[in-house]
């Protein structure tokens, strides 16, 4: 069975940074594309950032220069590390692969 645990949300200022994990189990994040999407009060869920097994990275335009995706294999884990945050981005942040997804974790940005 597939899990996906998320963790590293908070408050953090404007200008902050937030690194959220997405720690899977029953499938090995070297093998498979993992994403993370976001979903903000009264919006639809939107994509952010998408890692490929090859290691391929692919980020939305609102947080190109902003964001990273990474994973290490070793602890079968996706990151999200989030620099330069602005309110915009407080969002209910999830992680994916193929059709599962995790609980979300909360990120707020204050202003």
């Known amino acids: 069975q597939v899990q996906l645990v998320e963790s590293g949300g908070g408050l953090v200022q404007t200008g902050g940074s937030l690194r959220l994990s997405c720690t899977a189990s029953?499938?090995?994040?070297?093998?498979?594309?993992m994403a993370w999407y976001r979903q903000a009060p009264g919006k639809q869920r939107e994509p952010v950032a998408s890692?490929?097994?090859?290691?391929?990275?692919n980020l939305s335009v609102s947080v190109k220069g902003r964001f990273t995706i990474s994973s290490d294999n070793s602890v079968n884990t996706v990151y999200l590390q989030m620099d330069s945050l602005k309110p915009d981005d407080t969002a209910v942040y999830y992680c994916?692969?193929?059709?599962?997804w995790g609980q979300g974790t909360q990120v707020t940005v204050s202003s």
């Open positions: 029953g499938i090995s994040v070297g093998l498979t594309g």
């Open positions: 890692i490929a097994p090859n290691g391929r990275t």
């Open positions: 994916s692969t193929r059709s599962f």
